[in-house]
């Protein structure tokens, strides 16, 4: 039934995000909870929260209840999703909204119950889940249901799912873990081994995003340069290291390679007549990681093979899941009925 309160949940290892049909993206937050460390109370959650990872005094603590794409705190995950859906659908009782969501690919049906018991907990009616590959090429307007091999890559935080879609369903997939994370590491081991600088996540990933490049820095880019301040890890002292764009580029020269064999491996495993097809048509990028400079053209010149990354990559999979909403009838081949856990309740 078409309900404008009816919402899609890209449930992802960074970030939340939740889409209405007709308001578009209602909220975009990081899936982080803040809590006080002796008590477990929960102190703050979603974007105030992500403000307080690597600031927190040590009698609190800002943990991410999703790592490498799994739920590594279920009961963090719980709270979590709970406060953002209330956040939007508020307490009324009446006409419960209907609800699509998409969850990492590599959790376990258990987890999977427990996340719709979770929903249904916080005030959602229905709930149907959306296989991720699947939402992100609804996403991206993928005519995944034709006779036709369509290749589609979401590159997260904590994992890439890379898939080749035909007929309807994914045809050969792979969740990899070169995700925006493996990106932010390698940063982190580059500048441990080069100049002795301890730097946390939070700056890896401004590093990354601000002047990381998949591909060489030339002309005005070599001179980009940030300041990054770490611990000096021979004195044990503060320290502020100037770092270069080419610097940034070395360190990810490795992990961008992981993931170009990542995709080379899937395509290698497609049926001949699918691969034609996506060689012909190109894949598509989604997911936030996809921004990095130069991915899509370091896609496209190792693999040769057109590469492009779609609009607003971070929402490509929560618009899929409200896609999914729009007419269950049509959709009800792709979306796959949750239950609640009974067990233990
Ligand atoms: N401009 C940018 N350049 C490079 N990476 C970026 C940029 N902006 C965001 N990212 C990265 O995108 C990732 C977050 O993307 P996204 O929100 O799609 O992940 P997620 O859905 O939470 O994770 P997952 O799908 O693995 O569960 C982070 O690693 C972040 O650093
Ligand atoms: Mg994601």
């Not at 490498?68 to 006409?95: C, E, H, N, P, W």
């Amino acid at each position: 039934m078409a309900n404008s309160r009816n919402i899609g949940i890209d449930l992802g290892t960074s970030n939340v995000l939740i889409m209405q049909q007709e308001r578009g993206v209602v909220l975009r937050e990081a899936a982080v909870v803040a809590q006080e460390k002796s008590s477990g109370k929960v102190l703050a959650v979603g974007d105030e929260a992500w403000k307080l990872v690597g600031r927190t005094p040590g009698s609190m603590q800002a943990v991410r209840p999703l790592r490498q794409g799994a739920i590594t705190d279920m009961a963090l995950t719980s709270t979590m999703l709970q406060y953002f859906i209330k956040q939007v659908i508020g307490r009324r009782l009446m006409g419960k909204p209907r609800c699509v969501i998409s969850v990492p690919s590599s959790i376990s049906d258990r987890e999977k119950r427990d996340v719709v018991s979770m929903l249904l907990d916080a005030g959602v009616g229905r709930t149907q889940l959306l296989e991720r590959p699947i939402a992100a090429a609804l996403g991206a307007d993928l005519p995944f249901r034709d006779n036709w091999g369509c290749m589609i890559i979401d590159m997260g935080a904590g994992a890439s799912d890379i898939a080749v879609l035909s007929g309807g369903e994914t045809v050969v997939s792979s969740c990899v873990p070169h995700g925006g994370d493996y990106f932010d590491d390698a940063i982190i081991r580059y500048l441990r081994k080069k100049h002795n600088l301890l730097i946390g996540d939070r700056t890896a990933e401004e590093i990354k995003n601000s002047i990381g490049m998949a591909m060489e820095p030339m002309g005005d880019t070599a001179g980009i340069f940030m300041n990054v301040s770490g611990r000096n890890l021979v004195t044990g002292l503060p320290r502020t290291q100037k770092i270069d764009a080419m610097e940034v580029y070395e360190a990810l020269r490795e992990p961008v390679n992981d993931f170009i064999e990542a995709i080379q491996s899937v395509l290698q495993h497609t049926p001949p007549q699918l691969a034609t097809d996506v060689f012909e048509d190109g894949l598509v990028l989604s997911g936030g990681a996809a921004q990095l400079t130069g991915l899509a053209e370091t896609i496209s010149r190792e693999i040769d093979i057109p590469c492009r990354v779609v609009n607003d990559p971070q929402a490509c999979i929560v618009r899929g899941c409200a896609k999914a909403l729009e007419d269950p009838d049509a959709m009800r081949d792709l979306l796959e009925n949750g239950r609640r856990r009974l067990l233990g309740r």
